[in-house]
């Protein structure tokens, strides 16, 4: 890696973060996908040779966790949901030179080469650790197995991750008050030997390659607190059948970490583009290894750490190349809060898109909508404002009356020299456009793009060419159609489609993609049709409706987090039962005269319930779910001749009947008495 400006003789690449095949995507995920898009473009842009790839990271719990509800293999969940992106990428224009996934060959043969590297130069250590374990399931649980408080920040966290506090990674082991997201119950610490990264070892490196790394702010910042304050050892392995088996000494029944082989995807994709291309040119997969190049991760902002500190050791550590830069981009958040998969609150990718909205309005509006690092909060609002005032009425108004005025009176670009005020013009921002991309800075690239539009307008505004004779007005049009020419090219890493339109509307061959910003100032064609406008306004009516979609949505997610989850309606038994099948239910009016936990199972609540003709013991699961005193004195409904049973140790005599996971209670609502059958 060089350090020098772009473009650089070396290859680059360009890595984004890889997307979790827990849900769909939604246009939080994409601003990572868009921005990594976008700045690869733009290099290629200022002619240095990019390749973008990235991959589905189909390792770790979340996905095992889902899988198992869903009862289908975490593999098949995975591929399915991998597929879906790999489609919904390209809908969007994002064009990954390689889009793999961690399960593949490549990376499995990859990520146990790095781990064998690691043993070989003695990075590697076995410590016995504390590991969460659930007794009842008689099984460990690692990450997403286990929730408890962050140790921290005192926030609840969910396993490796302190993901609604501090944002930590936590270690195994170091999570609190641990419970079983398998039972509920509270789980306790076992011993267990695990695999250590030495992360002590890469110390000093680390704190050298930090100062050397280029990014964002906040990549370059934050970690310098983990790395000064000492850094503790990362536990590369799980106690878990999902991921890619231990290859080193003494591990068998362990896989390794998924954000081990995680990473090491941005590599292996690299090596499938580099031996689907072929290495005519150069090997792809040297910039990681050999020779020199300049790799560039883009990533969300909450996963700085692992792309800080624990990458670039596991690199350094198996003798890798280190990253040029790590950008981090802000969250896109709805309201303040983050869009998120599992509480639902999100705009989805396919929901934007079946609205009939061009990718290459989101694109623009997520790249340039504030700084990389910054949230955004998502607003419709602000969509239709950047769309009408900076794509429909400086991009889309100048460049269809500067091609209008050619075509009419010149039949394309009038045959006179570019004036040298204009020329000046395009070449300072060229090099304002090279500035920010080396600056990491999508949104002031944007910007310039954009502003050259902006001159335009207001050039042919104050040139009035209408009111000249055609003699007069040609050197502004050929002005004016240059201007539109560097937009296109400009312009085009962000709205690649809309940049194309405007490149064929040019008369020029081939896509906006393969110009380089040195064509901003070669000669557009001297013949081309007659233009269409690039840029519909979006209404206000249209905004009104998808507001009150957003509302409904949002208020539905709230809602869910409220009962912490959304109901799933089962479809009906097809299967009748008789009158005689039903009468034999014995149903009753109970009166809960007493409740209290059984001990050693968290859900469950021992009641004393007066039926009428008799006081019974049942045991319910019912606990998480209501305050035991609130139950004393409830009004339920019994099945009074349900077959006895033992759960954990105590006997129950008969059911409550309650609906749902929420366990709302069954009631009646006059004044039957306890034991009165119900019918
Ligand atoms: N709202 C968001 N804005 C920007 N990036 C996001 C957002 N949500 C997730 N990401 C990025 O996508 C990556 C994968 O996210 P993840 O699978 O955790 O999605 P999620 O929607 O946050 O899901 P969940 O809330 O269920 O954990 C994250 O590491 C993060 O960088
Ligand atoms: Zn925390």
């Not at 250590?196 to 370059?220: C, H, P, V, W």
């Not at 910007?447 to 009035?464: C, D, F, H, M, T």
Request: glycine share 8%.
């Amino acid at each position: 890696m060089s350090h020098e400006d772009f473009p650089t003789e070396n290859p680059a690449v360009v890595t984004c973060g890889l997307p979790y095949p827990t849900g769909d995507l939604h246009v939080g995920h994409l601003r990572t996908y868009v921005n990594g898009d976008a700045f690869s473009r733009g290099l290629r842009k200022l002619g240095q040779d990019t390749a973008l790839v990235s991959g589905t990271d189909m390792h770790g719990t979340p996905i095992a966790v889902q899988a198992l509800e869903e009862g289908v293999s975490p593999l098949e969940l995975g591929l399915e949901r991998h597929e879906q992106y790999a489609e919904t990428f390209p809908d969007f224009n994002i064009e990954f030179d390689n889009y793999g996934h961690t399960d593949e060959e490549t990376n499995v043969e990859l990520t146990k080469e790095f781990v064998r590297a690691w043993e070989e130069n003695d990075h590697v250590y076995e410590k016995e650790i504390q590991v969460a374990y659930d007794p009842d399931a008689d099984q460990w649980l690692p990450d997403r197995y286990v929730e408890g408080t962050c140790p921290y920040c005192g926030e609840h966290a969910r396993g490796d991750e302190c993901d609604d506090g501090c944002q930590r990674h936590l270690e195994p082991g170091e999570i609190e008050n641990p419970t079983s997201a398998i039972t509920g119950n509270d789980a306790e610490y076992r011993e267990r030997a695990h695999k250590f990264l030495r992360l002590s070892d890469f110390q000093e490196y680390l704190e050298g390659f930090i100062n050397r790394m280029e990014g964002t702010n906040n990549a370059k910042n934050q970690p310098r607190e983990w790395i000064e304050g000492g850094l503790e050892d990362f536990c590369i392995t799980r106690d878990l059948d999902w991921g890619i088996d231990y290859p080193g000494e003494g591990g068998d029944d362990l896989v390794l970490y998924v954000w081990v082989d995680a990473p090491i995807e941005y590599v292996a994709s690299t090596k499938q583009y580099s031996e689907r291309v072929g290495t005519d040119e150069f090997d792809w997969a040297e910039p990681w290894r050999d020779g020199d190049g300049e790799i560039v991760h883009v990533i969300g902002r909450d996963i700085i750490q692992h792309h800080t500190v624990f990458w670039p050791s596991m690199l350094k550590g198996a003798g890798y190349n280190e990253p040029r830069a790590v950008c981090a981009t802000g969250f896109v958040n709805l309201n303040g809060k983050a869009l998120s998969t599992s509480k639902n609150r999100a705009i989805w990718a396919r929901e934007y898109l079946d609205e009939g909205f061009h990718p290459d309005l989101f694109r623009y509006y997520i790249a340039t909508a504030s700084g990389f690092e910054r949230d955004v909060n998502f607003s419709w609002e602000r969509f239709q404002e950047t769309v009408n005032s900076e794509l429909a009425d400086v991009v889309g108004n100048f460049a269809y009356r500067a091609l209008l005025f050619a075509e009419r009176n010149f039949d394309g670009t009038p045959d006179v020299a570019l004036s040298d005020d204009v020329e000046t013009e395009i070449a300072s921002a060229m090099d304002d456009y090279e500035d920010a991309l080396n600056d990491y800075d999508l949104r002031s690239a944007g910007e310039v793009a954009v502003g050259l539009a902006r001159y335009g307008n207001e050039y042919i505004q104050s040139a009035e060419p209408w009111k000249l004779d055609d003699d007069e007005a040609a050197p502004v049009i050929r002005d004016c159609v240059q201007l539109t020419k560097a937009v296109a090219v400009l312009l085009q890493p962000f709205t690649p489609e809309k940049a194309d339109d405007l490149w064929s509307q040019l008369g020029e061959d081939g896509s906006a993609a393969d110009a380089t910003i040195a064509d901003c100032l070669q000669e557009p064609p001297a013949e081309f049709d007659e233009p269409e406008a690039l840029f519909e306004k979006i209404e206000d009516e249209r905004v009104a409706e998808l507001n009150e979609k957003l509302e409904a949505s949002i208020e539905e997610a709230s809602s869910d987090e409220d009962e912490s989850e959304s109901v799933d309606v089962e479809d009906l038994t097809e299967e009748r039962i008789s009158f005689d099948d039903f009468q034999e239910l014995d149903l009753r009016v109970g009166r809960i005269e007493s409740a209290e936990g059984v001990e050693g199972a968290d859900k469950l609540v021992k009641l004393t319930v007066d039926i009428g003709v008799e006081t019974r013991q049942i045991v319910a699961g019912l606990k998480q779910l209501h305050d035991t005193d609130d139950l004393e004195g409830q009004t339920v409904v019994v099945v009074a001749n349900l077959e006895q049973a033992e759960l954990f140790g105590v006997e129950s005599n008969g059911m409550v009947l309650a609906a749902g996971e929420q366990a709302d209670l069954l009631t009646t609502h006059g004044d039957a008495e306890p034991g009165t059958k119900i019918k």
